[in-house]
Structures are given as C-alpha cells and as structure tokens.
C-alpha cells in the first residue's frame, strides 16, 4: 500500500510537471505569435502607407505631365496663331514677292537672250502663280489663320483669276495688231508687257497702250512697256 501511495504521487507530480510545462510553452508560443502579429501588422501598416505614398506621387505625377502636355499645347497653338496673324499684310507680301520674282525674270538680258525666252517666261508666270495660289489655299485652309487673312486670300485667289483672262486677251489682241510673242503679266495696280520686237516706235507703244488700258482701265502711268534686247 505504501508503494501504491508513492507510486499515486509521483505519477501526479508527473503530470503536473509536464501540465505545468505544456502551460509554459502555451505561454511562450502566445506571446511569441502576439509579438510576430504585432510586427506583422506593424510593418503591414508602414508597407500600405508606402504604397499610399507612392500612389499619390504617382497621381501627382501623371497629373503634372499631363498639364505640361496641356500648356506646351496651348503654347504651341498660340505661338502658331501668333505666327499666322503677326503680319497684317501677310496675303499682300506673297502677291508683292511673287510679282517681283516674274517681272525680275522677264526684264534680265540672261533671259533675253535664250531663243526660247517668250515660251520659258510663260511657263514661269504660271509656275510662280501656281505656287501662289498654293500658299493662298493653305492660308484658307489653315485653322490658326484669322478670318482676315481668310478674306484677303479668297479676294486673292478671284483677282488671280480676273488677271489670266486680261493676260490672254491682251496677248490674243497685240497679236491680231502684229505684235509677235506678246507677254503680258498682271498684278496689282500694274501690268508689263513685251512683245517680240527689239526697237518700238511711238505708234507700236500707243497701240500697247490703248491695248492694256481698255482692257484693264488702268493709268498709262502703271502700264511698262519693257524692252526686248537680245
């Protein structure tokens, strides 16, 4: 009987130890996974916030490049804009530059000289007047063009017209008159001419007169009769 008593209390004691140790353990596991949770979660915490940030400089970003995109858009149009309507004579100039590029061709000797000059300054007076209504067309067609120099071009364009006919009926008329090879060139307030003959007398230069000025009504003052000179 008495080693059955000894026996009860030592297996109690037993396994009271090893209650008291999985107790222990219990204990520490607990407070290991609460520290690993609250370290967890801590460094959750800092990871979202970094995320948030990142996030909001990315926002930040994509809102900064898309206002540069936007103002260098509107810089460009307005510098565009500036550009179109900064000269106020703008049609003016390219008619002004273009008559004095055909007028310059048809009085050089250079020219004079060649035996195909009367085919070739035709050709050229419809090439540079080709290559003006070009830039009369995108004038027109061009968004950033003001309404005036809209206007300008399209009255243009008309008078271009109006000078071909007056160009062609002069020609057709000085030849009917006797006058060889006539070119006539039209512009603004002025109109040249020279016929394929190297000395006129004062008869030759009324008819020319009379010619262009019943056609086009413009002052004798605003007519030159150019020189033919091989």
Do not use: C, H, W
């Not at 130890?17 to 222990?24: D, P, S």
């Not at 195909?116 to 061009?142: C, H, P, S, V, W």
């Amino acid at each position: 009987m008495k080693f059955n008593g000894k026996f009860l209390k030592s297996r109690n004691f037993v396994i009271f130890t090893l209650v008291l140790m999985l107790v222990l353990v219990g204990t520490i596991n607990y407070n290991l996974s609460k520290k690993s949770l609250l370290e967890t979660s801590s460094e959750l915490e800092e990871y979202e916030q970094s995320l948030l940030q990142n996030m909001d400089e990315d926002e930040n970003l994509n809102v900064d490049e898309e206002l540069a995109k936007e103002t260098s858009k509107e810089d460009s149009q307005n510098e565009e804009i500036k550009v179109v309507d900064s000269n106020k004579s703008e049609v003016e100039e390219k008619v002004k530059e273009t008559s004095a590029n055909i007028t310059q061709e048809m009085a050089l000797k250079e020219n004079m000289e060649k035996d195909t000059y009367f085919i070739d300054m035709k050709l050229n007076r419809e090439q540079k007047r080709g290559e003006l209504i070009e830039e009369l067309d995108a004038i027109i067609k061009n968004p950033s063009s003001s309404q005036k120099s809209i206007d300008e071009a399209s009255a243009m364009k008309l008078e271009l017209v109006k000078y071909r006919e007056a160009e062609s009926n002069i020609e057709n008329l000085l030849t009917a008159k006797g006058f060889n090879n006539p070119i006539v060139y039209i512009s603004k307030n002025s109109a040249n001419v020279i016929v394929d003959k190297e000395k006129l007398d004062k008869q030759d230069v009324a008819k020319i007169f009379d010619v262009v000025y019943t056609e086009t009504k413009l002052p004798y003052e605003n007519i030159k009769i150019m020189e033919y000179k091989r």
